[in-house]
């Protein structure tokens, strides 16, 4: 899935369809929904190719809508491998981490937990003092490394 078509589904998801039950109406959620599809393109573009300022600002929008919630953002390991993690952690790194654990570091690196393991016993990758790997060392090694062509 490309990272456009995994907004829509979000924003789908978690936004139109409870507005459709809520309303017990279609009708509302269809303009949305064709205001989304215009949008979603120029989000997937600032995110993809405009500067770092323009893609945290449309990053932090999209978190906060679709991801609320009172405990912070931690979303599972494989959340990072999805074309939205992948664009997250190469422009931001973690929203509201310093660090993350060795499977989350290996998910957002796109490797296993014992492949970051080994980048940190290896010195390749820093551990971070409260255990882990800084996220900034993650994204940092992401934007010295050409995206494959799963990602984003």
Known sequence: MD???QLLRLLDVRLLDPLEILLEDDRPSDA???LLRRRVTEWAEVLQHGDDTAA?????RLIATLYPGD????PPAD?????LGQIVVRRVGHPYAASVSLATAGAMLGISRQGVHDLVRRGR???HPDGGVPVAAIRDRLRNSP???ESP
């Not at 959340?79 to 074309?83: E, L, T, V």
């Open 32 to 34: 949305v929904r064709t």
């Open 3 to 5: 990272l456009a078509g």
């Open 79 to 83: 959340w990072w491998r999805s074309p």
């Open 71 to 74: 405990h912070g953002f931690q």
């Open 56 to 60: 945290v600002h449309v990053i932090a």
């Open 125 to 127: 990758l820093p551990r």
């Open 147 to 149: 995206p494959t062509e």
